[in-house]
Nanobody, 115 residues
Framework: QVQLVESGGGSVQAGGSLRLSCETS????????MGWYRQAPGKQRELVAA???????NYADSVKGRFTISRDNAKSTVILQMGSLKPEDTAVYYC?????????WGQGTQVTVSS
């Protein structure tokens, strides 16, 4: 059973920073990749950033230059460092892992950015 446990959400003023962490049991390399998605009220869930098992990274255009995804292999953790936050970044952020055509999701963590 795959468990993804997120932490680090919260409220911050525009221009501030937050760090999200996603921890899973076992090696993160058993997945083809891991990433972060977000869903704002009334909107579809969208990809924020992803990192493949080979280390290839992909960002949404809206967060390029502001967010950084990384992984701590020893701790089986994927981290999303978010900077220069904007009110439009407000959403529930979900950790995702994918492997063998299957997607696994964390419970979500709220990020609220006030102007």
């Amino acid at each position: 059973q795959v468990q993804l446990v997120e932490s680090g959400g919260g409220s911050v003023q525009a221009g501030g920073s937050l760090r999200l962490s996603c921890e899973t049991s076992g090696s993160i390399f058993r997945f083809n990749g891991m990433g972060w998605y977000r869903q704002a009220p009334g909107k579809q869930r969208e990809l924020v950033a992803a990192i493949s098992s080979s280390g290839r990274i992909n960002y949404a255009d809206s967060v390029k230059g502001r967010f950084t995804i990384s992984r701590d292999n020893a701790k089986s953790t994927v981290i999303l460092q978010m900077g220069s936050l904007k009110p439009e970044d407000t959403a529930v952020y979900y950790c995702n892992a994918f492997s063998g055509g299957l997607n696994y999701w964390g419970q979500g963590t709220q990020v609220t950015v006030s102007s």
